[in-house]
């Protein structure tokens, strides 16, 4: 016996040492490609010497020495870029060319075969001759920088790079100036939702049995009513009324971004006349999915325009947003209607061949190899109609809306070989002044953006990118999917520039856009009919009104604010029946929780705080009460609501054309009443709440269900590893508030923080220097950098670091600086 014990514990200490050396040797191939920031270096395709100096935060400020020219300063971007963000700008490249399976295996080959039908790697290939002389040239030095980088490390050995390349070990090709072009048309379709509500519209009509009722759970924002459409049911005759079951791609890695997630942002500007510094003001957060590391990275630039700095996007040479000292400029998604679906007849003698209003004709088609990983390549043959390509009927249920004999077609202004939108955003980070950068901003043309600018005289908003240019005789206004062998469907063209809505110098002194609508046109002058906010828009308005003047202070108060104006709007809608009407009732039981839960939300304010219980019975309520409500008129279908539609509920609590209809369960005898279907989700709520966190209601935490996700898009589901690379933290704000954290809607973990503001930034003109930024996670993409997340809990808090261009302040305290000179041959 003892000598088994002995064996046993010789085999177990063995077993530990193994472990130990095969963490510590895992560790050390890791940590070699962490980057060294304190170096001297000679690299190649340099004119002149660069000098990167990081901050204390890890901000890289790139300088050209005496002599050396823009293109050695994009020469230092790409390479620091390259340095941080390598396996990020890899998988971004990967993805927009449908080559991920190469790495990834079968699981991916949906994803690839999206992206080769839009064949947006090739559109970029070919609007790199569009680009002018100076962008063409500052793609081509980061591309420089960027190779400079990958030449290094496989000279040095580096650890390939990254640590996720040990794991996925595939080749890196050279960085071109068309991948940068690439990486933006990848932006466009991460930002775009205008295909998923087209496709969703139809889908309702077609299940509906009361057409009347679509404007309840598809309002248009508050505003002159929309003309009558036709029922989709009429446009194409014979179409099944049911819904099947839509799909998108799943994996984390996936650019299609399932509806209510596409872009969204908060931007607002002040006049000198409204600024107690006498200065102008800019604010600004973009919204996009969460991820670590964000798809942000902060950067300045010293160009012979002057100094740059704000966020970048690894793989795009540009300041996105952000702010030099004579301009600062920040963009919210705009909601343009860029995209249509066409329905294209097929010829019932060859299937090759489609309808058009000039007769049959044959598809532009061509095959495209997917290489697998384990597995047999497959051959797609990508068709391409006069008015885009062909999609499959899985995307987004297309399937359920596309008649027999028939495909649907995407038209959408992203798919356009002459891009010149990396010329704008170059030629806009150069502008001296707010003329300057709206003239940059006519070459704009995917994703469409409300650009937001400040000099120190001057506030301005102006739409930028394509808006397409449809007939008034358009069937269904861009609204449904429609005829693509008819005429006055087709597209004529993009609408002139000066047609996009703009807005200077406001005699109020305030602009700002929370992706609400801007303007009532009638169509076809409409610019869009689906907008991103009717909720956000009314807190904006009201912290703008209450103060007289402004300062960066109150600025970033309202950028934090956690207010939600939709619950102290719609909960004494919904309970307007049931506060303080109920009877006694036992401690412990349902109707005592019942009254707990309504004696909590009657005293709430509506701040929806992490540490506070309200905000997660409120959300709890609305969910349970908004499915309750659709689930016997849309069946499957309601599934596609995973978001609560606050105009929706105000509809149907205020009867609004009959709205309250709604209310009544159509399979039960009895007549339900709005207060019975309120009551009934308050219980629903509760269930949920005890089975998930307890029956102590006030003991919730709002905190606790509404977690920031930033989650590693590879590595973040692997076990083990995901508790080094994931990044979870508990979060205020909700769907509607202006620190807006937008909830996933999917179980098990439907108010888990998935989209929200991955930058944040507030310039102020008066002292340009006491502007500030922050990130959601960090600058490195490396899990074993301290630069990984240190940033996120300054960003959780609601803490910021400092956007100064001040040369000695970045030295002062530089974790690093690294002097680049020219490899001489």
């Known amino acids: 016996m003892g000598l088994l014990f002995r064996w046993l514990m010789r085999m177990t200490t063995a077993l530990l040492v193994l472990i130990v050396l095969g963490l510590g040797l895992a560790y050390f191939l890791a940590s070699q490609s962490l980057p060294d920031y304190d170096k001297d270096i000679a690299l190649p395709g340099l004119s002149a010497p660069v000098e990167i100096v990081r901050d204390n935060a890890n901000v890289p400020h790139i300088f050209g020495s005496f002599g050396a020219s823009d293109e050695d300063v994009y020469f230092g971007l790409g390479y620091a870029h390259a340095q941080d963000r390598l396996w990020q700008m890899t998988m971004l490249r990967r993805t927009v060319q449908g080559r991920l399976s190469e790495v990834f295996g079968s699981r991916t080959v949906e994803i690839d075969s999206l992206l080769r039908r839009l064949d947006l790697y090739r559109l970029a290939q070919q609007s790199v001759s569009a680009q002018d002389p100076g962008t063409l040239a500052a793609l081509t030095a980061y591309s420089a920088g960027v190779n400079a980088r990958l030449g290094e490390i496989n000279d040095s050995a580096l650890g390939r790079g990254a640590p996720e390349m040990f794991v996925f070990n595939a080749p890196i090709a050279p960085w071109q100036p068309a991948d940068s072009i690439a990486v933006m048309k990848l932006m466009a379709l991460k930002l775009s939702g205008q295909l998923q509500d087209e496709v969703l519209r139809a889908r309702t009509m077609l299940i509906l049995d009361d057409p009347e009722r679509l404007l309840d759970i598809l309002p248009d924002s508050p505003g002159t009513g929309v003309a009558a459409l036709p029922e989709y049911a009429q446009l194409f005759p014979g179409l099944k009324r049911y819904a099947e079951t839509a799909s998108i791609p799943q994996a984390a890695m996936s650019p299609f971004p399932p509806r209510g997630l596409a872009g969204a942002s908060n931007v607002w500007a002040a006049a000198r006349a409204r600024s107690a510094s006498a200065g102008t003001l800019l604010a600004n957060d973009p919204h996009m999915g969460l991820s670590a590391p964000t798809l942000w990275y902060l950067a300045r630039m010293e160009l012979a325009t002057g100094g740059v700095i704000g966020a970048t996007l690894p793989g795009i040479p540009a300041v996105i947003v952000g702010r030099s000292d004579q301009l600062g400029w920040g963009v919210t998604s705009s909601y343009v209607d860029d995209q ?45 109609s006069e008015n885009g390509p062909v999609l499959p009927g899985s995307l987004y249920g297309l399937s359920a809306v596309t008649p027999s004999g028939h495909v649907a077609s995407l038209a959408w202004t992203a798919l356009s070989d002459t891009d010149t939108s990396m010329s704008a955003a170059i030629s806009l980070m150069r502008s001296q002044n707010v003329q300057d950068a709206l003239v940059s901003g006519e070459h704009f043309i995917a994703p469409s953006q409300n650009l937001v600018l400040a000099d120190q005289e001057t506030i301005a908003m102006k739409t930028i990118g394509s808006v397409p240019q449809r007939n008034a005789r358009n069937q269904s206004q861009g609204r449904l999917p429609n005829q693509g062998w008819r005429r006055e469907n087709r597209w004529q063209g993009r609408s002139p520039y000066a047609a996009n809505p703009q807005f200077v110098s406001p005699r109020g002194g305030i602009l700002g856009n929370t992706n609400n609508k801007l303007l009532e046109r009638p169509f076809p002058n409409h610019v869009s009919y689906n907008w991103g906010d009717t909720q956000r828009i009314h807190r904006w308005q009201k912290l703008m009104q209450t103060r007289q003047v402004h300062t960066r202070d109150s600025f970033i108060e309202a950028q934090l604010d956690t207010v939600s ?236 670091i400092p956007m100064s261009l001040d040369v000695d302040l970045a030295r002062a305290a530089a974790v690093g600086i690294t002097r680049i000179q020219p490899l001489q041959k």
């Open 340 to 384: 249509d679906i066409f329905i294209e007849k097929l010829n019932p003698e060859n299937p090759e061949e489609y309808l058009t209003p000039n007769g049959y004709k044959r598809f532009t088609s061509r095959p495209s190899i997917i290489q697998i990983k384990d597995s047999q390549p497959i051959t797609l043959i990508l068709r391409w």
């Open 565 to 800: 104006y939709t619950a102290r709007s719609l909960l004494p809608l919904i309970g307007a029946d049931l506060w303080f009407t109920s009877n006694a009732a036992t401690e412990g039981t349902l109707a005592r929780q019942q009254q707990t839960a309504l004696s909590l939300l009657s005293e709430w304010n509506g701040e929806m705080n992490e540490h506070l219980p309200e905000p997660l019975i409120y959300m709890a309520w609305l969910r349970a009460l908004q499915a309750r409500l659709i689930v016997d008129e849309l069946g499957p279908l309601a599934s596609e609501f995973k978001h609560v539609e606050p105009l929706f509920i105000e509809r149907v609590f205020r009867d609004v054309d009959g709205a309250s209809a709604w209310c009544d369960i159509r399979q039960s005898a009895p007549k339900e009443s709005c207060t019975d279907m309120a009551r009934m989700a308050l219980d629903d709520a509760l269930v949920w709440i005890n089975e998930r966190y307890g029956s102590a209601l006030e003991s919730l935490r709002w905190g606790d269900a509404h977690q920031a996700t930033h989650d590693h898009e590879v590595l973040g589901e692997v076990p083990l590893l995901r508790f080094f690379v994931n990044i979870r933290q508990s979060t205020s704000g909700g769907d509607n508030t202006l620190q807006r954290g937008l909830s996933s809607g999917e179980d098990p973990d439907p108010f888990q923080n998935v989209h929200s503001a991955g930058y944040r930034g507030v310039y102020d003109f008066s002292d340009p220097d006491s502007s500030v930024f922050i990130t959601s996670t960090g600058q490195s993409g490396h899990f074993l950098s301290r630069f990984y997340d240190d940033m996120a809990q300054l960003w959780r808090r609601g803490e910021y």
